[in-house]
């Protein structure tokens, strides 16, 4: 059998989210759930995953739509990249976020690719992300078939890196996840979704679907920007990514908060405490600037650049979207 050949399933594709729950209440272990696909589908010809049923939910409408409701803008799960980044109120109104969406592989694959398959994308390694033949040819790994980790071989965790861009500006954002089950729904925020483990991920159940990303309504007074470092400008995915949010009031800096990926198993994200932004601007940039790099843990999950120079890049990021939110505000 051919390396890149598809594992066979069966596609399961219902005509309301009822339909898709009444799946998943039998099903749910041998589902996957399909949206875009762009990363599923690579995956399960790589024999990652070899489900037995694929539950399309990217045509749903209860995944559907951008509309601000009360406190909260909510985001259909299934809006495509490229429908959140172009998406006019929410550029203006999250502008860390779309930038994010933007910076997402393709133009083409974020056409396909939505917010729900980026926030619930698998963790990313060297070792991981190859053909069956290639894995094998290793022994395979903790993360998959095997019982070793080539990254920190001796450890039994997987250090996988988490590798979706939008998840920064969402930690920022303090939004949160609307996961909906054949057995009810939970409203998670997605500070607490990510567990910092390659493997396990996050607490989304496989009886789970999300359905909406939330974000407070209140955050659409920030400034934001989203930095991100990739071998190939073009299509790559995150090494690095860093969510600057900054609100001011005149020269006044009232909040700062900062959002991480591609580092660690986990998306992290640290909000600065308030008594710091009394200080001269150059102190707590600085301040700031050290704690993020510290949250960091990259390992050698990449082989296209080291560590080092990851870390490195979270301190450039930190200080470069920073000193432009302050200059931009200074000058407003
Ligand atoms: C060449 C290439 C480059 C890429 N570059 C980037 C990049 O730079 N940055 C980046 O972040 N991503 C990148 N990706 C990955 C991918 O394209 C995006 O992350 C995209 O947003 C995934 O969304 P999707 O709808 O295609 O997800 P799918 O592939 O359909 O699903 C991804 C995962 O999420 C789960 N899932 C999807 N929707 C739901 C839901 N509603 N509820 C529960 N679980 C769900 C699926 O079961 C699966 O495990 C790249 C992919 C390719 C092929
Ligand atoms: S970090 Fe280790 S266990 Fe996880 S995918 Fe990489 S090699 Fe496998």
């Given at each position: ?99 994010a969406a ?16 980026n ?46 861009d939008t998840a920064?500006?969402l ?162």
């Amino acid at each position: 059998m051919g390396v890149w050949y598809m594992p066979p399933f069966e596609l399961v594709q219902p005509r309301d989210l009822d339909g898709a729950l009444r799946h998943l209440a039998d099903w749910a272990a041998d589902t996957k759930i399909l949206a875009g696909g762009t990363d599923l589908l690579p995956s399960m010809r790589q024999r990652l995953f070899e489900p037995r049923y694929l539950l399309a939910v990217g045509r749903l409408s209860e995944l559907r739509g951008i509309a601000w409701e009360g406190d909260w803008v909510r985001i259909g799960a299934a809006e495509t990249l490229n429908a959140v980044a172009a998406h006019p109120q929410l550029v203006s109104a999250f502008p860390a976020l779309t930038e994010a969406a933007a910076a997402v592989a393709a133009y083409n694959i974020r056409n396909m690719g939505t917010l729900g398959g980026n926030v619930c994308l698998d963790t990313r390694c060297h070792w991981y992300n190859q053909s069956y033949f290639w894995r094998k040819g290793i022994g395979f790994c903790l993360k998959k078939d095997g019982t070793v980790c080539h990254v920190a071989p001796g450890g039994r965790q997987c250090w996988a890196a988490y590798s979706g861009d939008t998840a920064a500006a969402l930690m920022a954002l303090e939004a949160q996840l609307r996961l909906v089950a054949p057995t009810g729904e939970r409203l998670v925020p997605i500070r607490a979704f990510f567990l910092n483990d390659g493997q396990r991920r996050f607490v989304l159940r496989p009886d789970e679907v999300l359905t909406e990303v939330r974000i407070p309504r209140w955050m659409a007074g920030y400034q934001g920007r989203y930095f991100k470092y990739r071998i190939r400008q073009a299509v790559d995915y995150p090494l690095v990514g860093v969510a600057v949010l900054v609100r001011t009031s005149g020269p006044r800096v009232l909040d700062v908060r900062v959002g991480l990926t591609a580092v660690n198993p986990m998306p992290r994200y640290f909000d600065v405490p308030s008594e710091w932004l009394e200080e001269p601007p150059d102190v707590w940039v600085e301040r700031v600037v050290e704690a993020v790099a510290r949250l960091a843990r990259p390992l050698k999950t990449s082989l296209l650049v080291g560590p080092a120079y990851r870390q490195h890049l979270v301190r450039v990021f930190v200080r470069r979207g920073l000193r432009s939110l302050l200059a931009l505000s200074a000058a407003a």
